[in-house]
């Protein structure tokens, strides 16, 4: 399965230290023993069109083998230091999951 979260930075937050700081913590997330592949990124910068959202400042795309483990990554003790490091720097999260 794939799990998608789109991140918005407060504007608080939108400088290059808390930046590098964030991605640091997102990378964190990849060296959870249930993902198995995936990255974070940054909006693409694509030619605009109405059909495009580029609001958001960091998304996450990763693979899992199986709804269970991404049960078991939402419960990890990584994932929950990333969740309390940076909660309060984000205005807006969202989810997507993939079966």
């Known amino acids: 399965m794939d799990h998608h979260v789109y991140f918005w930075l407060k504007e ?3 400088n290059a ?6 991605e640091k ?15 974070w990124a940054v909006p693409a910068k694509v030619m605009p069109r109405p059909v495009i959202d580029q609001s958001w400042d960091y ?9 269970e483990d991404q ?17 309060d720097w984000w205005s807006q999260v969202q989810v997507r999951d993939l079966a």
């Not at 230290?17 to 964030?22: L, S």
């Not at 998304?59 to 709804?67: D, E, G, I, K, L």
């Open 12 to 14: 608080e937050r939108q």
């Open 25 to 39: 913590g997102l990378s964190a997330l990849f060296e959870i023993e249930t993902v198995v592949g995936g990255r």
């Open 59 to 67: 998304a996450t795309s990763m693979q899992f083998a199986s709804v």
């Open 17 to 22: 230290a808390d930046r590098a700081e964030f």
């Open 71 to 87: 049960d078991a990554y939402q419960v990890d003790p990584q994932h929950e230091v990333f969740i309390h490091a940076f909660k």
